[in-house]
């Protein structure tokens, strides 16, 4: 190590950036959604906007957590804060500094993006302002939005994150409404077909005609009135690549939200799963090593797991499949997709007798599963690299 250029570049201080995470506000008046969805609403923008990592509102939101757990978890700049109808108090905390606090007057249903971009400000100031990028790669402040609409947004996200067949209808309800009342709102439409396109994929809607016309049509809404709100990246993914089958579309929408919003854990969750489908392996398998890592506690980890494993297993990375398999079956025994890829990971790993161990109790549950019906019902059928899972499940046992 004795280089001249390692020991002149070792004087050079190294540029860092503190790592987010947000407690969700405690709203004193109004509904009960409205504490949260402005914490989100305020990480959201300041990440985007301070190119920052963060921890997703997934596991800091749903645990009983303060300050001290977040830092412990890896945090080095904590948001929380409070408001009322007089303002909005949001403080930020740094090991060995002493707490900050802002306080934004006015706290209406109408003003609330304005609420939130101005606290951003506030907070990107005092985390030493935006990334020094050339000029066409600094990120600007996110196009206004009615007000209405964006309250309305705001509160359908929030059921959206009950993770619940009634929070998703509820949430499309809301979306369907904002749309009819305000249809060049690109947001609004992007919620109306990812949501559609997840009530269906998730049985909750029977009707795929019905949801196929409907997503067309707010998808074609969304693109015409496009804007720099990264939540239109991911949830237009989701349409793309989850009904429509359009996985190159939607794989470059999911590369540009991991950009954007890297904390958020669903993105990037589903976003593995759309990279895969897409044939990018190596990079599916890191989007969900990413949201797991930044998001320990997430009430999808088991489709975390699930979504690296299937990433892993085409990608001949059998250790991996193996691994996350097993965390995904600690949470859920049964669950047919994590004991399919699991049983043919260990059958490429030579472990025979643990790969026909998997597969009776994969049987067990599903008894009428095959190969033939696999191979017809597979996102990844038509790719001729998905023998090699196929042969997998053949030495493994599956009929």
């Given amino acids: 190590m004795d280089d001249p250029s390692a020991i002149a570049q070792s004087a050079v201080p190294r540029m860092g950036r503190p790592v987010l995470a947000s407690l969700p506000f405690t709203a004193i008046d109004g509904p009960d959604w409205i504490g949260p969805a402005l914490a989100d609403d305020v990480l959201n923008e300041l990440v985007r906007r301070g190119r920052f990592q963060g921890f997703s509102r997934q596991t ?32 930020l905390s740094r ?46 402040l996110r196009s206004p939005t009615d007000p209405a609409a964006h309250a309305a947004c705001l509160e359908a996200f929030e ?13 499309l309800a809301i979306a369907r409404e904002t749309c009819r009342s305000h249809p060049s709102d690109a ?36 693109r015409a009135n496009w804007n720099n709100d990264p939540r239109l ?36 969750t589903w976003g593995a799963l759309f990279l895969t489908y897409d044939l990018d392996f190596d990079g599916a398998l890191a989007l969900a090593r990413a949201a797991l890592r930044i998001s320990p506690d997430d009430p999808m980890r088991i489709t975390q797991g699930f979504a690296g494993a299937l990433a892993a297993i085409h990608g001949g990375r059998d250790r991996d ?57 597979n996102p990844l059928r038509e790719w001729a690299g998905f023998s090699r899972f196929l042969d997998g499940l053949a030495s493994a046992g599956m009929p």
């Fill in 187 to 222: 947001v609004a439409q992007a919620m109306r077909a990812f949501l559609s396109v997840r009530g269906y994929r998730s049985g909750w809607i029977r009707d795929r005609d019905a949801v196929l016309a409907d997503t067309k049509e707010a998808l074609g809404a969304a």
């Fill in 321 to 377: 499949a193996l691994e996350l398999c097993d965390m995904v079956l600690d949470h859920n025994p049964k669950m047919i997709n994590a004991l399919r890829i699991r049983a043919a990971a260990l059958a490429h790993l030579g472990q025979t007798g643990e790969a026909r161990h998997t597969m009776g109790r994969l049987l067990a549950i599903a008894p009428d599963e095959t190969r033939t019906l696999i191979a017809r019902v």
């Fill in 233 to 268: 990246l991911w949830t237009t993914a989701f349409a793309e690549a989850m009904l429509l089958r359009r996985y190159p579309v939607a794989a470059a929408l999911v590369h540009r939200a991991a950009i954007e919003q890297p904390h958020v854990s669903p993105a990037l």
């Fill in 60 to 91: 800091t939101f749903a645990a009983i957590k303060d300050a001290d757990a977040l830092r412990t978890m890896g945090a080095e700049a904590v948001i929380s804060g409070h408001l009322d109808d007089r303002c909005l108090c949001v403080r």
């Fill in 95 to 140: 090991p060995g500094m002493a707490s900050e606090t802002i306080k934004i007057p006015n706290v209406r249903m109408d003003r609330l993006q304005v609420i939130a971009d101005e606290a951003v400000g506030h907070l990107l100031d005092l985390l030493g302002g935006p990334l020094d990028l050339p000029v066409p790669e600094r990120p600007v």
């Fill in 159 to 171: 059921l959206v994150w009950t993770f619940s067949a009634d929070g998703n209808a509820k949430a």
